[in-house]
């Protein structure tokens, strides 16, 4: 896309995404706008040079602050609804807030496939390997490979096979204030910085979300033209992915201040360290891999490749597909993406 | 509670439909095929069937090309020329009838109904014989603007296409009474008269009647069809409307020719010799050589649906962009007392469901802060 004239007046340019087209070409009514938001997708804020840039404060002052901001080009509309708007902009009642939470994927508590000792080549770094089939979950499998592959160690591997589903990592996310000048605390439940909804995007065609303890196949809530599908969790109806205090979410650790006054920081948080952070919640899910995947080639092909032989040291060649988990909180609006390879031993 | 999404309410949906205009003028060297360099592909373009003529702005083997129109011809079985057409008479009788069901429609009986040359389809003079130029919907849009047609030809009687002949004795073929005065009994909709003139006295038969001048076809709005009578091409002797003296009826002009306004001095046919003895395809290019220009502004009609954005002075002060935060911090605050900013780019139309259904861009970021509010003004078009 070109970018917008931005010589004269402030122009806006709008265009129907391709899922509005085809929700207006459905003709069923579902084509029903309902509310708006707005984003700030092209905007770097680093380049607000006020005490905190690392350029240092603008010379001119602070009317000069964001010049650089509002420069900024922007670029015409994409009509892919999951390519824009990744970034939204948040109300909030109070203006006196300094510190913004985040979200982070915790991969203490579910090791990311770097975490490995031995060095890995050609992974999902901060991310994780998603087996797709019986014989690729199965540990036995690759009972005989190095002992340092990610496929002995456990580390960084989805079993995404509904057999071994609740034996393998799963992917753990940390919400809350990640700033240590403020000291450990849990966020109030009524703290308008924690957040109790994720949304969970993922490609519909590689899989689903699984509950944690394994029984339950998440719904989405749509599935847009490019496949895209769409899930809600909300901390009321979706416990089960929240971990204690806050939800039930089995064989997840607590995300609490701990009760030792010494050492009260939560043990396996990502957010703060030792002496500081604001805990929100901790959401975690399972990947299920799609039947497509399991039985059949055709996706690897196309989307996807053959890795090396001795993948990861396992001894073994794969059939591979990148893809990225995406979580986005739902009222805070932060958002991070999580790199994924689906794998199916050849 | 924190919150990305603003619901609408119903004040702040608006349906708003407008009409949209636009020019447009098609020169005779793109309808004549002149600008092209000689020998290369054609913006004309002919077919097997025969039965009309279609122009094109550009070559139209090239994907770039655009359809401008289609010409044909057709006359009626009670033309007095058709008992004696000998080149595509069924097909010319074909398209008179189409096309004459299609604009004009048909009767109590059934039968189809003749081009009215007033209009007035209970009785008066009818056109036995049509020049139909149909006008593509690229072009067209939804109607032709009323009021706005104009058509100019050339009527220089030799027959040659030189530029000379081209510019000599032009007429101008106009629908000037159609933005107040239109027609509505016909099944495609409206359509007005056109009426001939011309700024080159003695051209036309007799002194102009009025001010609009000659009736000479109709133009159908919607439809986008021109239907001239041939005898835009005839002396008033022969039952034209052009001056009999100009032509050689008692004047000194191309005496040798008795009045005849030769369509190609390649045939030296004239216009009934022309829709008898020729191909639609050559008629077609004889018509296409003496055109000097059309011009019509088209009309869009647009259904809008005007979505008022409405970011008040609390909301949307703060934003969800990694780079806003450093450490959890944000980035464009020193101190907590500081007010937040942040800079709208995009506005994101979301469903129910929070499916994005629509979305809109800003030119520039505009700067949001606690002290400033914005109404955003998205509009849908259909």
Request: some cysteine; charged content about 20%; proline content about 3%.
């Amino acid at each position: 896309m070109a970018f917008l004239d931005n010589s004269g007046d402030i122009i806006l340019d709008a265009v129907l995404t391709d899922t509005g087209r085809k929700r207006l070409a459905a003709g069923d009514g579902s084509f029903r706008i309902a509310k708006f938001a707005v984003g700030d997708d092209e905007v770097d804020y680093t380049l607000y040079r006020n005490s905190n840039a690392a350029e240092g404060v603008h010379p001119s002052g602070s009317a000069y602050y964001d010049i650089n901001i509002l420069q900024t080009p922007v670029l015409e509309a994409f009509t892919n609804n999951t390519s824009i708007m990744n970034h939204k902009l948040v109300s909030y009642v109070r203006d006196d807030l300094l510190y913004l939470p985040v979200i982070k994927n915790n991969d203490t508590i579910s090791q990311t496939v770097d975490k490995n000792t031995a060095a890995l080549t050609d992974i999902p770094v901060g991310g994780y390997l998603v087996t797709t089939d019986y014989t690729t979950s199965d540990p036995d499998t690759f009972a005989a490979s190095t002992a340092t592959s990610p496929f002995r160690t456990f580390i960084g591997v989805i079993r995404g096979n509904r057999s071994f589903a609740t034996a393998g990592q799963f992917i753990c996310l940390d919400q809350g204030i990640d700033n240590t000048d403020l000291s450990i605390q849990k966020l109030d439940n009524a703290d308008a910085l924690r957040e109790t909804q994720f949304l969970v995007e993922m490609d519909n065609r590689l899989g689903q979300v699984l509950s944690l303890d394994g029984n339950t196949v998440a719904r989405p809530s749509f599935i847009d033209d490019d496949n895209i599908a769409s899930y809600y969790f909300s901390l009321n109806s979706n416990g089960q992915y929240f971990a204690a205090p806050d939800g039930q979410a089995p064989g997840v650790a607590e995300f609490n201040r701990s009760t030792n006054e010494t050492s009260p920081a939560d043990t396996f948080s990502v957010i703060g360290d030792t002496n500081g952070g604001r805990y929100g919640t901790r959401f975690a899910f399972r990947l299920l891999a799609a039947e497509n995947l399991q039985t059949s080639n055709v996706l690897f092909s196309k989307l996807g490749g053959n890795t090396a032989s001795d993948y990861v040291s396992s001894g073994a060649v794969f059939r591979f597909i990148d893809s990225t988990i995406r979580v986005t909180g739902f009222t805070t609006g932060y958002r991070v993406d999580i790199p994924v390879r689906f794998v199916k031993k050849i | 509670m924190a919150t990305s999404f603003k619901t609408l309410q119903a004040s702040d949906v608006q349906a708003s439909r407008t009409k949209l205009h636009e020019a447009i003028p098609v020169t005779g060297t793109i309808v004549s095929g002149t600008y092209l360099v000689a020998n290369a592909s054609t913006n004309v373009k002919n077919f097997s069937h025969g039965m009309f003529q279609s122009v094109y702005d550009y070559p139209f083997l090239s994907s770039s090309a655009n359809h401008i129109f289609d010409i044909t011809v057709g006359m009626s079985a009670n033309s007095a020329l058709s008992a004696s057409t000998n080149v595509q008479g069924k097909q010319k009788l074909q398209l008179y009838n189409q096309m004459a069901q299609i604009l004009v429609g048909h009767d109590a009986t059934g039968s189809i109904r003749e081009f009215d040359r007033d209009g007035d389809l209970t009785s008066g003079d009818k056109f036995h014989d049509g020049i139909f130029f149909n006008f593509s919907r690229l072009l067209v849009k939804d109607e032709l603007q009323k009021g706005t047609f104009r058509m100019e030809f050339s009527v220089d009687p030799t027959g040659t296409y030189d530029q000379i002949s081209r510019t000599n004795r032009v007429i101008k073929i106009t629908d000037t009474s159609g933005s107040n005065s239109f027609k509505t009994n016909s099944p495609a909709g409206e359509y007005g008269i056109l009426f001939v003139t011309s700024s080159t006295s003695g051209t036309l038969n007799t002194d102009l009647e009025h001010n609009q001048g000659l009736p000479c076809g109709l133009l159908y709005y919607q439809a986008g069809i021109a239907v001239l009578s041939s005898s835009l091409f005839k002396v008033h002797a022969s039952g034209g409307l052009l001056g009999n003296e100009l032509y050689g009826w008692g004047g000194n002009l191309a005496p040798n020719t008795g009045g005849k306004v030769t369509m190609s001095s390649a045939s030296n046919f004239n216009i009934d010799e022309d829709l008898q003895g020729n191909s639609i395809s050559g008629t077609a290019d004889d018509l296409r050589n003496r055109l000097q220009d059309i011009y019509f502004a088209n009309t869009t009609e647009l259904n809008s649906t005007i979505y008022f954005c409405r970011a008040n002075a609390s909301d949307f002060n703060y934003s969800s962009n990694p780079t806003y935060l450093s450490k959890s911090q944000i980035r464009v605050k020193e101190t907590r007392e500081d007010s937040p900013v942040s800079y709208i780019t995009t506005v994101g139309l979301y469903g129910a469901n929070n499916e994005l259904l629509a979305v809109a861009k800003l030119s520039e970021p505009l700067k949001k802060t606690p002290a400033n509010e914005f109404t955003l003004r998205v509009r849908l078009d259909y």
